[in-house]
């Protein structure tokens, strides 16, 4: 699990982005630091490519319904008769035809393919929610931690170093089978968002400090600088100074530490299946679906393959996108 | 750029998985069939109990031999033993009252181990039994073990620091579930449970309230073994049990490593099964499944000599069957623990549904999911093949593949929906998703409900259980019916919770026909047992039969004497021995 | 400094604290009950009940709460269930594993600091190694190799690595034995070759942050004015670069080691899980499946105070290797 407190201290290397008096409005000379890094972000090729492969990975899971259409294969029909008598898949390479492009899986005999699809959405809408929703927390932690500081600053660092303390997959696993057996009846159907929504909450109840303690610290360093003091002497409220004056000026790290948390969370909800604790069949889930094959390295290499390097892909390109935007958004520390 | 040389990277893995993908699977493999069932009595014949065992076929002795194993043994207290495990190791180390002689192809009878004969039914009202304790046995301190350890050893599980064992013998003698507020045990006393008796040192005498014609087999479970009372440790003898039999446990790190090397007081001449072939068994805990089968493809090194405990998993089956090198390696056989989807019969009140399911159920793409014939084998009775006088019928007759025809005419056009209970692990969601499609073909609409793993067991042992189907584990603890049927189907034993009769059957006239079958002399009960499967499930159809368990073991080159034991379906050591 | 010690020490002890409070209350809202699970077959309600008792599960938690947290600095008479008079610091008594839990404990956490510690210095090593490396060729072929190879690596996934290095290397070209664990007491040789597979992978996928910050941090600390100077005053190379620029250039990533070490002594399941070793972090696990709560309350408590240890070293060395740094 790397839910590591490792990217926000290199995060805080990206200096805040120092005093910005309000911009000119309409000017023709300058363009705002946001401008300019757009600017440095579409020169920088690594940027775009991973930045297209991220695009395509959400085109195809967003469209999945409509690939399944086309495809013409459901993420749960069963074609065992193309298994042999092992529940191996028949023919070359794991049972790769016209019909089912990238095999069968043994046993079930489902379509790698089309579950891979689905899996996608899965994975991406369970790390994009909890990437959200920690930045959101951390942000708020940090900002209040780092503009009140006092007792409100040592009461969240306090709960910060104990969401560390705590053993994220001790609890997880304590967590995630007994909330949802209280939620939903014993005979009911637990739908697979739930499932899916508890793993986003669990992730949520963990992965705040990193953003917290790196905004904390952004906060802490701009508090003493001179706008900002200006700001207080001027007598404006306390929305007025977080949202107009601080926030502003640390989207930058936030935005960056946002991309990577992305890719650790998909990698987290794997964990979480290779454990026996993530999202459960017949959910199509890419997490599940890479535990689940790894086993079947000797005997059916090629559904290890593609689950596998899919998810090389999407890591290393949000991981890619993330440095690229981190080069982008604070010039000094690139090339 | 650092982009292309992350995906070089990426590209050489890639290549790596795709070289060793260019076979073609044509589905040939070479899985001999097995099937095996028991001819098994018990056999009174006081030349029989005696030892020495028969030498196995070019064994030697000396050598290392090696068990791994991922998870550790639950308990080595001879008391607490009821794992799997547990049972097929204890006899390394310690002695019960009766013994099977196994020779692993079916051949099964019950021999005295520490008593002279099986037992003898002293009023032919199987409700006083005698046992007559063999000359020349020692414990591992050289004591002489007499009839009044081996009544120490049953008095000491009723004592409820030491749960976890089998409660057959306390049950009978205190005559009630509740033995252990019955009677209570005191550490290094003297004092014996009710019934128990040793009045010399060579006689033990149970006398029991009711008939139990089944002591003789129970006696072979390890709750039988024999202790001084000085000796005893209380729950501490779980890190370190005082010998009876031919090795005893020289170290023992609990979860990585449990040695046994020779037991010197061990005289084979009063042993009718065992052997001392190697210097030393060590099993050693934690590798995987997985790494262990890995290990022993590999073969070098000391795992030459090693057993990989557990099963060649699934996912590397095909590479094992498909490899002729390894099948002088490979240990196979069926086993008497019979899976079974149980239909809770007071929410599925309706026969003709239960029987629809019992049509409508494809034994062989389920036999796919788990992974082939290597891993289970179809059964369509409610007693396993190997227990004794098994008779093989089909009450509900519908090939391999199910008959979805017959079980939509038996459903006439309803379409019942049912709550499938799984455990939420990987491998049970796969059938539960398995007979979650198969049965939707017939018209049942399923709904499969995930259940913590762990708690699975307990929740549908309940009573009042919410669920409608659920899939089920039985492995008797002797082969007989009786330790079966009326486990599974006795109406009169169901309570609130802890049930094995999970179907929830409750038939006066079934239940009158165990009482009858039970009364009788065990070596008659079998084709009584084999008329009464069949006609619960004609009668019934409280659960349908899915399949039993198949070992598909490894073992390094070197490893002899290895055997399934034909009561519990795991390997059995009193043969083995390392070859040269 | 002292002032700041005693805070971080107090918050520490509160922390801690908390952990045991929610990690007893968590074992109660397990859906796995150890009683039954002791009891497997044969057993009705009111046998169990009596089990219940016998462990001193079935008294108030706050009861059982105190009684633990006792133990742990005076020790506590445990009954005959649970193996008697338990000394200071009594961690309780595994009914499970049927031992006092300190014989796990000394058990578990070698095996677990002997796949971490000499881990951590790998990777530690590997990635600032290869960060100072591209940075001093900085847009050579040499820099994008080094830097695409810690992003490949962080980039995969330690199952994903750990299956693949063990059927090659261990199960097919036999290079490295299957991993095991022997005490670095008992024969050092085996020790590392039991564990090598482990750091390696580790060290492979952990490396890529170290790799990136160390970069950065060199080119940054090279453009600035001291190492010009010093490299003006006529300075070898290597002392400028090691001495001055190196130093600048250490704390932040000092400051990831040690949370990382803290983090990976609290939680090696996958590690240990992949490789087959028995640490602390699959006893853990173990525990929580069986519902061994002696066993979950120590191992919980033991990561943790891992976790709070290495944040306070941290803070300590910063100002130490940093003089910029005040504490407060």
């Given at each position: 699990?790397?839910?590591?407190?490792?990217?926000?201290?290199?995060?805080?290397?990206?200096?805040?982005?120092?005093?910005?008096?309000?911009?000119?409005?309409?000017?023709?000379?300058?363009?705002?630091?946001?401008?300019?890094?757009?600017?440095?972000?579409?020169?920088?090729?690594?940027?775009?490519?991973?930045?297209?492969?991220?695009?395509?990975?959400?085109?195809?899971?967003?469209?999945?319904?409509?690939?399944?259409?086309?495809?013409?294969?459901?993420?749960?029909?069963?074609?065992?008769?193309?298994?042999?008598?092992?529940?191996?898949?028949?023919?070359?390479?794991?049972?790769?035809?016209?019909?089912?492009?990238?095999?069968?899986?043994?046993?079930?005999?489902?379509?790698?393919?089309?579950?891979?699809?689905?899996?996608?959405?899965?994975?991406?809408?369970?790390?994009?929610?909890?990437?959200?929703?920690?930045?959101?927390?951390?942000?708020?932690?940090?900002?209040?931690?780092?503009?009140?500081?006092?007792?409100?600053?040592?009461?969240?660092?306090?709960?910060?170093?104990?969401?560390?303390?705590?053993?994220?997959?001790?609890?997880?696993?304590?967590?995630?089978?007994?909330?949802?057996?209280?939620?939903?009846?014993?005979?009911?159907?637990?739908?697979?968002?739930?499932?899916?929504?508890?793993?986003?909450?669990?992730?949520?109840?963990?992965?705040?400090?990193?953003?917290?303690?790196?905004?904390?610290?952004?906060?802490?360093?701009?508090?003493?600088?001179?706008?900002?003091?200006?700001?207080?002497?001027?007598?404006?409220?306390?929305?007025?100074?977080?949202?107009?004056?601080?926030?502003?000026?640390?989207?930058?790290?936030?935005?960056?530490?946002?991309?990577?948390?992305?890719?650790?969370?998909?990698?987290?909800?794997?964990?979480?299946?290779?454990?026996?604790?993530?999202?459960?069949?017949?959910?199509?889930?890419?997490?599940?679906?890479?535990?689940?094959?790894?086993?079947?390295?000797?005997?059916?290499?090629?559904?290890?393959?593609?689950?596998?390097?899919?998810?090389?892909?999407?890591?290393?390109?949000?991981?890619?996108?993330?440095?690229?935007?981190?080069?982008?958004?604070?010039?000094?520390?690139?090339? | 750029?650092?982009?292309?040389?992350?995906?070089?990277?990426?590209?050489?893995?890639?290549?790596?998985?795709?070289?060793?993908?260019?076979?073609?699977?044509?589905?040939?493999?070479?899985?001999?069939?097995?099937?095996?069932?028991?001819?098994?009595?018990?056999?009174?014949?006081?030349?029989?109990?005696?030892?020495?065992?028969?030498?196995?076929?070019?064994?030697?002795?000396?050598?290392?031999?090696?068990?791994?194993?991922?998870?550790?043994?639950?308990?080595?207290?001879?008391?607490?033993?009821?794992?799997?495990?547990?049972?097929?190791?204890?006899?390394?180390?310690?002695?019960?009252?009766?013994?099977?002689?196994?020779?692993?192809?079916?051949?099964?009878?019950?021999?005295?181990?520490?008593?002279?004969?099986?037992?003898?039914?002293?009023?032919?009202?199987?409700?006083?039994?005698?046992?007559?304790?063999?000359?020349?046995?020692?414990?591992?301190?050289?004591?002489?073990?007499?009839?009044?350890?081996?009544?120490?050893?049953?008095?000491?599980?009723?004592?409820?620091?030491?749960?976890?064992?089998?409660?057959?013998?306390?049950?009978?003698?205190?005559?009630?579930?509740?033995?252990?507020?019955?009677?209570?045990?005191?550490?290094?006393?003297?004092?014996?449970?009710?019934?128990?008796?040793?009045?010399?040192?060579?006689?033990?005498?149970?006398?029991?309230?009711?008939?139990?014609?089944?002591l003789p087999f129970a006696a072979s479970l390890p709750s039988s073994a024999p202790l001084e009372p000085d000796k005893d440790t209380g729950v501490n003898l779980d890190s370190q049990p005082l010998s009876s039999g031919p090795y005893r446990?020289?170290?023992?790190?609990?979860?990585?490593?449990?040695?046994?090397?020779?037991?010197?007081?061990?005289?084979?001449?009063?042993?009718?099964?065992?052997?001392?072939?190697?210097?030393?068994?060590?099993?050693?805990?934690?590798?995987?499944?997985?790494?262990?089968?890995?290990?022993?493809?590999?073969?070098?090194?000391?795992?030459?000599?090693?057993?990989?405990?557990?099963?060649?998993?699934?996912?590397?089956?095909?590479?094992?069957?498909?490899?002729?090198?390894?099948?002088?390696?490979?240990?196979?056989?069926?086993?008497?623990?019979?899976?079974?989807?149980?239909?809770?019969?007071?929410?599925?009140?309706?026969?003709?549904?239960?029987?629809?399911?019992?049509?409508?159920?494809?034994?062989?793409?389920?036999?796919?999911?788990?992974?082939?014939?290597?891993?289970?084998?179809?059964?369509?009775?409610?007693?396993?093949?190997?227990?004794?006088?098994?008779?093989?019928?089909?009450?509900?007759?519908?090939?391999?593949?199910?008959?979805?025809?017959?079980?939509?005419?038996?459903?006439?056009?309803?379409?019942?929906?049912?709550?499938?209970?799984?455990?939420?692990?990987?491998?049970?969601?796969?059938?539960?998703?398995?007979?979650?499609?198969?049965?939707?073909?017939?018209?049942?609409?399923?709904?499969?409900?995930?259940?913590?793993?762990?708690?699975?067991?307990?929740?549908?042992?309940?009573?009042?259980?919410?669920?409608?189907?659920?899939?089920?584990?039985?492995?008797?603890?002797?082969?007989?019916?009786?330790?079966?049927?009326?486990?599974?189907?006795?109406?009169?034993?169901?309570?609130?919770?802890?049930?094995?009769?999970?179907?929830?059957?409750?038939?006066?006239?079934?239940?009158?026909?165990?009482?009858?079958?039970?009364?009788?002399?065990?070596?008659?009960?079998?084709?009584?047992?084999?008329?009464?499967?069949?006609?619960?499930?004609?009668?019934?159809?409280?659960?349908?039969?899915?399949?039993?368990?198949?070992?598909?073991?490894?073992?390094?080159?070197?490893?002899?004497?290895?055997?399934?034991?034909?009561?519990?379906?795991?390997?059995?050591?009193?043969?083995?021995?390392?070859?040269? | 400094?002292?002032?700041?010690?005693?805070?971080?020490?107090?918050?520490?002890?509160?922390?801690?604290?908390?952990?045991?409070?929610?990690?007893?209350?968590?074992?109660?809202?397990?859906?796995?009950?150890?009683?039954?699970?002791?009891?497997?077959?044969?057993?009705?309600?009111?046998?169990?009940?009596?089990?219940?008792?016998?462990?001193?599960?079935?008294?108030?938690?706050?009861?059982?709460?105190?009684?633990?947290?006792?133990?742990?600095?005076?020790?506590?008479?445990?009954?005959?269930?649970?193996?008697?008079?338990?000394?200071?610091?009594?961690?309780?008594?595994?009914?499970?594993?049927?031992?006092?839990?300190?014989?796990?404990?000394?058990?578990?956490?070698?095996?677990?600091?002997?796949?971490?510690?000499?881990?951590?210095?790998?990777?530690?090593?590997?990635?600032?190694?290869?960060?100072?490396?591209?940075?001093?060729?900085?847009?050579?072929?040499?820099?994008?190799?080094?830097?695409?190879?810690?992003?490949?690596?962080?980039?995969?996934?330690?199952?994903?690595?750990?299956?693949?290095?063990?059927?090659?290397?261990?199960?097919?070209?036999?290079?490295?034995?299957?991993?095991?664990?022997?005490?670095?007491?008992?024969?050092?040789?085996?020790?590392?070759?039991?564990?090598?597979?482990?750091?390696?992978?580790?060290?492979?996928?952990?490396?890529?942050?170290?790799?990136?910050?160390?970069?950065?941090?060199?080119?940054?600390?090279?453009?600035?004015?001291?190492?010009?100077?010093?490299?003006?005053?006529?300075?070898?190379?290597?002392?400028?670069?090691?001495?001055?620029?190196?130093?600048?250039?250490?704390?932040?990533?000092?400051?990831?080691?040690?949370?990382?070490?803290?983090?990976?002594?609290?939680?090696?399941?996958?590690?240990?899980?992949?490789?087959?070793?028995?640490?602390?972090?699959?006893?853990?696990?173990?525990?929580?499946?069986?519902?061994?709560?002696?066993?979950?309350?120590?191992?919980?408590?033991?990561?943790?105070?891992?976790?709070?240890?290495?944040?306070?070293?941290?803070?300590?060395?910063?100002?130490?290797?940093?003089?910029?740094?005040?504490?407060?």
């Amino acid at each position: 699990m790397s839910l590591s407190n490792a990217d926000d201290i290199a995060l805080s290397e990206i200096s805040a982005t120092g005093p910005q008096p309000p911009l000119p409005k309409a000017g023709l000379v300058g363009r705002s630091p946001g401008q300019q890094a757009w600017a440095r972000l579409r020169r920088d090729r690594v940027a775009t490519v991973s930045g297209a492969v991220l695009i395509l990975f959400v085109v195809v899971a967003l469209a999945a319904p409509l690939i399944q259409r086309l495809y013409g294969v459901g993420p749960q029909q069963q074609f065992q008769d193309a298994l042999d008598g092992l529940g191996m898949p028949l023919g070359y390479a794991g049972g790769i035809t016209g019909g089912h492009w990238f095999g069968l899986e043994p046993g079930l005999g489902r379509d790698i393919f089309i579950r891979m699809v689905y899996g996608l959405r899965t994975s991406l809408v369970i790390a994009v929610a909890a990437a959200v929703i920690t930045t959101l927390i951390g942000v708020a932690a940090g900002v209040l931690a780092g503009y009140l500081g006092g007792w409100v600053g040592a009461v969240i660092g306090w709960v910060t170093d104990f969401a560390l303390a705590m053993p994220f997959l001790v609890v997880a696993l304590a967590l995630v089978p007994t909330v949802t057996l209280r939620f939903y009846g014993p005979r009911q159907a637990e739908p697979a968002v739930f499932r899916a929504g508890l793993l986003i909450v669990v992730f949520a109840v963990f992965g705040w400090t990193g953003a917290a303690r790196l905004v904390r610290g952004q906060i802490v360093s701009l508090r003493e600088r001179e706008f900002v003091e200006a700001a207080r002497a001027s007598g404006v409220g306390l929305g007025h100074m977080l949202f107009r004056q601080l926030l502003p000026n640390t989207w930058a790290p936030i935005l960056v530490s946002f991309s990577l948390a992305v890719p650790s969370y998909v990698t987290g909800e794997a964990v979480l299946s290779f454990l026996g604790i993530g999202i459960v069949d017949p959910t199509p889930d890419f997490g599940a679906m890479i535990y689940r094959s790894i086993d079947y390295l000797q005997t059916d290499p090629t559904y290890v393959f593609f689950p596998g390097v899919t998810i090389f892909l999407l890591v290393l390109a949000f991981n890619l996108f993330g440095d690229s935007l981190r080069d982008a958004l604070d010039p000094k520390s690139s090339r | 750029m650092r982009l292309r040389t992350a995906a070089a990277g990426g590209a050489v893995l890639a290549l790596a998985l795709t070289l060793s993908a260019c076979t073609k699977n044509t589905g040939q493999h070479d899985t001999a069939g097995n099937t095996r069932t028991s001819t098994g009595v018990i056999d009174t014949n006081p030349k029989d109990s005696l030892g020495p065992a028969a030498e196995v076929p070019d064994a030697r002795k000396g050598g290392t031999f090696y068990v791994l194993k991922q998870a550790k043994i639950s308990h080595l207290d001879p008391q607490r033993i009821y794992s799997f495990v547990g049972l097929m190791t204890a006899p390394l180390y310690s002695r019960s009252l009766t013994t099977w002689k196994d020779d692993g192809k079916g051949h099964l009878t019950l021999v005295g181990d520490l008593a002279t004969t099986p037992g003898t039914d002293v009023n032919k009202d199987c409700k006083t039994w005698q046992f007559t304790i063999k000359d020349g046995l020692k414990f591992e301190d050289g004591t002489a073990i007499t009839a009044k350890d081996i009544a120490y050893g049953i008095a000491r599980s009723f004592d409820p620091d030491l749960t976890g064992g089998p409660t057959y013998l306390q049950e009978w003698l205190a005559n009630t579930p509740q033995f252990d507020t019955a009677w209570h045990f005191t550490p290094k006393a003297a004092a014996l449970p009710p019934g128990l008796t040793a009045p010399d040192d060579k006689t033990l005498r149970f006398e029991f309230k009711m008939p139990h014609c089944d002591l003789p087999f129970a006696a072979s479970l390890p709750s039988s073994a024999p202790l001084e009372p000085d000796k005893d440790t209380g729950v501490n003898l779980d890190s370190q049990p005082l010998s009876s039999g031919p090795y005893r446990v020289t170290k023992n790190v609990p979860g990585v490593e449990l040695d046994l090397e020779r037991n010197q007081y061990w005289d084979p001449a009063t042993d009718p099964v065992r052997h001392q072939y190697p210097d030393k068994f060590v099993f050693s805990f934690g590798p995987d499944r997985d790494a262990a089968n890995n290990r022993m493809i590999s073969d070098s090194g000391p795992d030459q000599s090693a057993l990989a405990w557990d099963d060649v998993p699934s996912s590397l089956m095909a590479r094992v069957v498909g490899d002729t090198n390894l099948h002088d390696q490979v240990l196979t056989s069926p086993t008497p623990s019979e899976a079974r989807l149980s239909i809770n019969v007071q929410r599925v009140t309706d026969l003709s549904v239960r029987q629809a399911l019992n049509y409508a159920i494809d034994r062989s793409d389920l036999i796919k999911t788990l992974g082939g014939p290597t891993v289970a084998s179809p059964v369509t009775t409610l007693m396993p093949p190997g227990t004794i006088g098994y008779q093989q019928y089909d009450a509900y007759p519908a090939g391999d593949t199910g008959d979805i025809a017959k079980a939509k005419q038996l459903l006439a056009g309803k379409t019942p929906e049912l709550v499938l209970g799984s455990a939420d692990d990987s491998v049970d969601l796969e059938i539960a998703t398995q007979l979650k499609n198969n049965l939707e073909k017939a018209g049942f609409k399923i709904t499969v409900k995930p259940i913590p793993e762990d708690s699975k067991l307990d929740e549908t042992k309940e009573k009042n259980n919410p669920w409608d189907l659920y899939v089920d584990n039985w492995a008797a603890d002797w082969p007989s019916g009786a330790s079966i049927l009326p486990p599974l189907f006795d109406g009169r034993k169901i309570q609130d919770s802890g049930n094995s009769d999970t179907s929830y059957v409750d038939d006066p006239a079934i239940d009158s026909e165990f009482d009858r079958v039970l009364a009788l002399d065990p070596a008659k009960q079998g084709p009584e047992w084999a008329k009464l499967d069949q006609r619960i499930m004609k009668e019934l159809a409280p659960a349908v039969p899915l399949y039993v368990d198949v070992r598909y073991e490894l073992h390094g080159s070197k490893a002899g004497g290895l055997f399934i034991g034909s009561v519990f379906g795991y390997p059995a050591f009193t043969n083995a021995f390392v070859k040269a | 400094m002292l002032r700041f010690l005693v805070k971080r020490l107090l918050s520490a002890i509160l922390v801690l604290l908390a952990v045991s409070v929610l990690s007893f209350l968590m074992f109660f809202a397990l859906p796995r009950d150890p009683v039954t699970a002791m009891c497997p077959k044969n057993c009705d309600a009111q046998r169990l009940e009596r089990v219940r008792q016998e462990l001193g599960l079935s008294d108030p938690l706050y009861q059982q709460y105190v009684g633990y947290m006792k133990g742990i600095f005076v020790g506590r008479d445990l009954n005959s269930a649970q193996g008697g008079h338990c000394d200071a610091p009594c961690l309780g008594y595994s009914y499970v594993n049927s031992e006092p839990v300190t014989h796990t404990l000394t058990r578990v956490l070698p095996v677990t600091l002997s796949i971490v510690i000499p881990a951590a210095v790998l990777w530690f090593g590997l990635g600032v190694g290869l960060g100072m490396t591209s940075a001093l060729r900085r847009g050579t072929l040499l820099d994008r190799l080094a830097i695409g190879f810690s992003l490949t690596g962080a980039s995969l996934q330690l199952y994903f690595v750990g299956a693949v290095l063990l059927l090659v290397f261990s199960y097919t070209l036999h290079v490295v034995p299957v991993p095991h664990y022997t005490s670095i007491l008992v024969d050092p040789l085996r020790w590392a070759d039991g564990l090598v597979l482990a750091w390696v992978t580790l060290a492979f996928l952990f490396c890529a942050i170290y790799a990136r910050l160390s970069r950065a941090q060199m080119v940054e600390t090279l453009s600035e004015d001291f190492v010009r100077t010093a490299r003006a005053k006529g300075l070898p190379r290597s002392t400028v670069y090691g001495r001055h620029a190196l130093r600048a250039a250490i704390t932040p990533l000092i400051t990831i080691a040690g949370m990382d070490v803290g983090a990976a002594l609290g939680g090696t399941v996958v590690t240990e899980t992949t490789f087959g070793l028995q640490g602390l972090g699959r006893t853990a696990w173990d525990a929580v499946r069986e519902g061994d709560l002696p066993t979950i309350m120590a191992t919980v408590l033991i990561a943790a105070v891992f976790i709070v240890v290495a944040n306070i070293v941290v803070d300590v060395l910063y100002a130490a290797i940093d003089p910029r740094v005040r504490l407060r």
